[in-house]
């Protein structure tokens, strides 16, 4: 069970917008940023939103994120084939010392 | 350009010890603290360990705290997992990431440790 929460699974139309929600606690998501990777079969993650919502460069602006409370999500407007792949939210945990994942999301695009 | 390349893992008996190491370069692998993560065969990513950038601090998940050990070499750029007590829960891709604001940006490609009999 991942300290933090996000829906096994998304699905959306190409073109489409998709939210993937991140839901954690004060002792995580509300006291620490937020980041967002996305990892294809067999690779290694890739750093997608840093700091809530800043994207590092290469990122395509379809990808954005935003933070609430103890919840943050990830948008991906324009939805194209390519992004059907995984997706983990993460932050710092001050009560467990620790980095925290969420139990990832894996996005079908129909 | 950024770099971290895993190496060490391997097929290991169960109560087995194995050494993992990461070999850092591109950026000032003193300045950064790191992470080890793993993930097991078709599931998610578990965070294993950090480490701060002088070794004054270490702190690790509860599901191996007490038999793995992460320490680093600063002189060397490298990052290491001395893993011992190894069950059939440690199988996983084990992975060395950079820490940036308390989380991983950076990361290697991961190496397969496998604990079987």
């Known amino acids: 069970q991942s300290v933090l929460t996000q829906p096994p699974s998304a699905s959306g139309t190409p073109g489409q917008r998709v939210t993937i929600s991140c839901s954690g606690s004060s002792s995580n998501i509300g006291s620490n940023t937020v980041n967002w990777y996305q990892q294809l079969p067999g690779t290694a993650p890739k750093l997608l939103i840093y700091?809530?919502?800043q994207r590092p460069s290469g990122v395509p602006d379809r990808f954005s994120g935003s933070k609430s409370g103890t919840s943050a999500s990830l948008a991906i407007s324009g939805l194209q084939s390519e992004d059907e792949v995984d997706y983990y939210c993460?932050?710092?945990?001050?009560?467990?010392?620790?980095?925290?994942f969420g139990g990832g999301t894996k996005l079908t695009v129909l | 350009e950024v770099q971290l390349v895993e190496s060490g893992g391997n097929l290991v008996q169960p109560g087995g010890s194995l050494r993992l190491s990461c070999a850092a370069s591109?950026?000032?692998?003193?300045?950064?603290?790191m992470n080890w993560v793993r993930q097991a065969p078709g599931k998610g990513l578990e965070w294993v360990s950090y480490i701060s950038s002088s070794s004054s601090m270490t702190y690790y998940a509860d599901s191996v705290k007490g038999r793995f050990t992460i320490s680093r070499d600063n002189a060397k750029n490298s990052l290491y997992l001395q893993m011992n007590s190894l069950s059939d829960e440690d199988t996983a891709v084990y992975y060395c990431?950079?820490?940036?604001?308390?989380?991983?940006?950076?990361w290697g490609q991961g190496t397969l440790v496998t604990v079987s009999s």
């Open positions: 993460a932050t710092w945990d001050d009560s467990l010392n620790g980095v925290v």
């Open positions: 700091s809530n919502n």
């Open positions: 591109g950026f000032t692998f003193s300045s950064y603290n």
């Open positions: 990431a950079r820490n940036r604001l308390g989380k991983p940006d950076y």
